[in-house]
């Protein structure tokens, strides 16, 4: 039998593990001395209530790594085979602390998946149209598709990117006196989180990312995920702005875990979504 392991990254919620045919990996977040383990024992709201009103700004870390190897290691021990699809390893060390941790396991694969959150999930939604098939098999599904994963995303103040570390001070005020709001994504090659363009102003910045499902070639063959943080309303504008013809193809929304909105801070708003492959990539 497959068996398939996500991190909190991914955004999977816990009662959303059956649906998907996952278990999950917990980052974990330290807040004023305490720690948490994502979409555990914190949630969204008592979060957002250290974030915002407490002014709290977390510390993340790795999965616990005796806890995945207990895990993973009973199922192989009883002849499965494991996947495990990690957060992208350019914003996060979970890659290759799993790769090292199970390098003399043959019957576990760790996937760098490049990316985070509903790009996990669009990857796992691959995984299952195929769990008859060899590992070998879904492995290659997987990496193939792992570059034509986009994530479109704008939050809404720059301040958490700041303090996370993925953005510079300098940046950080320039931006806000300008009033520029930057359409991050992650890039397909290394993982990490680039500036995709700029917009000035909340409105404008809006159109550009529902632009960007036409513009990146968007493949109606696979879902859409729209994204938030803590208050959905700037993505109600997004969806009510973007094109009908690629409404039927979204998801319910997504409201992102903890370990990955404190980086985006509240009320960020995206999609994220498949492009349709390049000839060379048909060709592979």
């Given at each position: 039998?497959?068996?398939?392991?996500?991190?909190?990254?991914?955004?999977?919620?816990?009662?959303?593990?059956?649906?998907?045919?996952?278990?999950?990996?917990?980052?974990?977040?330290?807040?004023?001395?305490?720690?948490?383990?994502?979409?555990?024992?914190?949630?969204?709201?008592?979060?957002?209530?250290?974030?915002?009103?407490?002014?709290?700004?977390?510390?993340?870390?790795?999965?616990?790594?005796?806890?995945?190897?207990?895990?993973?290691?009973?199922?192989?021990?009883?002849?499965?085979?494991?996947?495990?699809?990690?957060?992208?390893?350019?914003?996060?060390?979970?890659?290759?602390?799993?790769?090292?941790?199970?390098?003399?396991?043959?019957?576990?694969?760790?996937?760098?998946?490049?990316?985070?959150?509903?790009?996990?999930?669009?990857?796992?939604?691959?995984?299952?149209?195929?769990?008859?098939?060899?590992?070998?098999?879904?492995?290659?599904?997987?990496?193939?598709?792992?570059?034509?994963?986009?994530?479109?995303?704008?939050?809404?103040?720059?301040?958490?990117?700041?303090?996370?570390?993925?953005?510079?001070?300098?940046?950080?005020?320039?931006?806000?006196?300008?009033?520029?709001?930057?359409?991050?994504?992650?890039?397909?090659?290394?993982?990490?989180?680039?500036?995709?363009?700029?917009?000035?102003?909340?409105?404008?910045?809006?159109?550009?990312?529902?632009?960007?499902?036409?513009?990146?070639?968007?493949?109606?063959?696979?879902?859409?995920?729209?994204?938030?943080?803590?208050?959905?309303?700037?993505?109600?504008?997004?969806?009510?702005?973007?094109?009908?013809?690629?409404?039927?193809?979204?998801?319910?929304?997504?409201?992102?875990d903890p370990a990955i909105a404190c980086h985006w801070g509240p009320n960020a708003f995206g999609y994220?979504?498949?492009?349709?492959?390049?000839?060379?990539?048909?060709?592979?």
């Amino acid at each position: 039998m497959l068996r398939v392991f996500v991190d909190s990254g991914s955004s999977i919620k816990q009662d959303e593990k059956e649906k998907y045919g996952v278990e999950i990996l917990p980052l974990k977040l330290n807040m004023g001395g305490i720690e948490y383990e994502d979409g555990v024992d914190i949630s969204i709201e008592k979060f957002y209530q250290k974030l915002i009103v407490d002014g709290i700004f977390p510390k993340t870390s790795l999965p616990s790594l005796g806890d995945a190897e207990l895990r993973v290691n009973a199922y192989t021990e009883a002849g499965d085979d494991v996947i495990i699809l990690t957060i992208s390893s350019g914003i996060s060390g979970t890659y290759n602390a799993l790769r090292t941790l199970f390098a003399d396991n043959k019957k576990v694969r760790v996937i760098d998946t490049k990316t985070a959150v509903g790009g996990i999930r669009l990857l796992v939604d691959e995984v299952n149209k195929y769990r008859d098939r060899s590992v070998d098999f879904i492995e290659k599904k997987v990496t193939k598709l792992i570059p034509r994963i986009r994530v479109v995303a704008v939050p809404e103040t720059l301040e958490y990117l700041c303090k996370g570390g993925r953005l510079s001070l300098t940046a950080m005020v320039a931006g806000t006196i300008l009033k520029i709001k930057p359409l991050i994504s992650l890039d397909s090659t290394s993982g990490k989180v680039k500036i995709m363009s700029k917009a000035i102003g909340l409105k404008r910045a809006m159109t550009a990312v529902a632009d960007s499902l036409r513009q990146l070639d968007c493949d109606e063959n696979y879902g859409i995920i729209p994204s938030y943080t803590f208050c959905k309303e700037n993505l109600d504008v997004l969806v009510s702005v973007t094109n009908d013809k690629y409404k039927p193809q979204m998801q319910a929304y997504d409201n992102l875990d903890p370990a990955i909105a404190c980086h985006w801070g509240p009320n960020a708003f995206g999609y994220i979504f498949v492009s349709k492959a390049t000839a060379k990539q048909l060709e592979q």
